[in-house]
């Protein structure tokens, strides 16, 4: 069983992506991992190529143009499939601010294993946790994904879907998937305040058409991070009890910002406190956004 890892990043020291992490978390699973560095202005590409031997980085050049609805994202992430050898049984998907926890590798490597041979089953859902402000805080509004598709078949008609956030297939279909208990740590909330602030204005750019570049919107130092900006983008977080994955250790450890959240400021929507209840007690959570079918 061949397995391929692919991913795509651009200026990761500049905005504190874990990319280094995000690699690492995949390589013991992977026999090759596939990168699509981007063009930066940091030392994104020595990060990523000081990583392992295991890791082929492909050059390239984001189309600064496409700046609606995070398009060029899924671009980027193409890229990196298309690389993929054709051979290749799976492949794992990562992004720049995610980890994937060591606690679901057997299971995974299982669920590899079993459906290797069946062709309906076009790809694996994971489970998500996001994290906001610090590594101590979950979100827990109904608006965070709960499940996506990182693990996938290589086909010549799998392609990323809108911000690259899952997949599709041919015209437009959704991938049939088996779920797995395999968490994916997402780790793009938790920055130091004027690094989120910049990633906000790159964010504008790439998913909005907000006027700019990537790279004149970049500089971190001369960002103004307005009183309270952090707590304005969040309603309702959770305390996390659990243990991050290993990799995360020693940054988690360098972290050198405050955010402490007041569990009081917490408030949901009547619709998503009912989405919680019937998850709570039946473990279905209705009226809820999915990239995938489940078979």
């Known amino acids: 069983m061949k397995v391929v890892g692919f991913s795509f990043i651009r200026n990761a020291a500049t905005f504190q992506?874990?990319?280094?992490?995000?690699?690492?978390?995949?390589?013991?699973?992977?026999?090759?991992?596939?990168?699509?560095?981007?063009?930066?202005?940091?030392?994104?590409?020595?990060?990523?190529?000081?990583?392992?031997?295991?890791?082929?980085?492909?050059d390239t050049e984001w189309d600064d143009t496409l700046k609606e609805g995070g398009r060029v994202l899924a671009v980027?992430?193409?890229?990196?499939?298309?690389?993929?050898?054709a051979d290749a049984d799976?492949?794992?998907?990562?992004?720049?601010?995610?980890?994937?926890?060591?606690?679901?590798?057997d299971n995974l490597r299982a669920a590899m294993t079993r459906w290797l041979d069946n062709k309906r089953v076009d790809g694996l859902l994971l489970r998500y946790r996001h994290f906001f402000g610090s590594y101590n805080y979950v979100g827990a509004?109904?608006?965070?994904?709960r499940h996506e598709i990182r693990v996938l078949r290589k086909r010549p008609d799998f392609y990323s879907y809108k911000d690259a956030q899952g997949f599709r297939k041919g015209n437009n279909q959704k991938l049939r998937v088996k779920p797995v208990d395999a968490y994916v740590h997402h780790y793009g909330w938790v920055?130091?305040?004027?690094?989120?602030?910049?990633?906000?204005?790159?964010?504008?750019?790439?998913?909005?058409?907000?006027e700019g570049t990537i790279d004149?919107?970049?500089?971190?130092?001369?960002?103004?991070?307005?009183?309270?900006?952090?707590?304005?983008?969040?309603?309702?977080?959770?305390?996390?009890?659990g243990r991050h994955p290993a990799v995360m250790q020693e940054?988690?450890?360098?972290?050198?910002?405050?955010f402490e959240w007041d569990m009081s400021r917490n408030w949901l929507r009547k619709k998503d406190k009912f989405k919680n209840f019937m998850e709570k007690w039946t473990g279905w959570r209705p009226f809820t956004y999915k990239n995938y079918k489940v078979i």
Request: aromatic share 10%; glycine share 4%; charged share 25%.
């Open 17 to 58: 992506y874990p990319i280094v992490e995000a690699i690492r978390s995949i390589l013991p699973l992977c026999d090759e991992v596939v990168v699509a560095v981007g063009r930066s202005t940091d030392n994104t590409r020595e990060l990523v190529a000081a990583i392992s031997p295991k890791v082929r980085i492909i």
């Open 76 to 85: 980027e992430t193409d890229k990196a499939y298309a690389a993929i050898p």
């Open 90 to 105: 799976w492949c794992i998907y990562i992004q720049g601010d995610e980890v994937l926890h060591e606690d679901g590798y």
């Open 141 to 145: 509004e109904g608006h965070w994904y």
């Open 191 to 210: 920055q130091d305040p004027k690094v989120m602030k910049a990633k906000f204005n790159v964010k504008d750019i790439i998913n909005h058409g907000a």
């Open 216 to 241: 004149n919107v970049s500089d971190v130092d001369n960002v103004v991070v307005p009183e309270g900006y952090a707590f304005s983008l969040v309603n309702s977080l959770a305390r996390f009890e």
């Open 251 to 258: 940054r988690i450890a360098k972290m050198d910002w405050k």
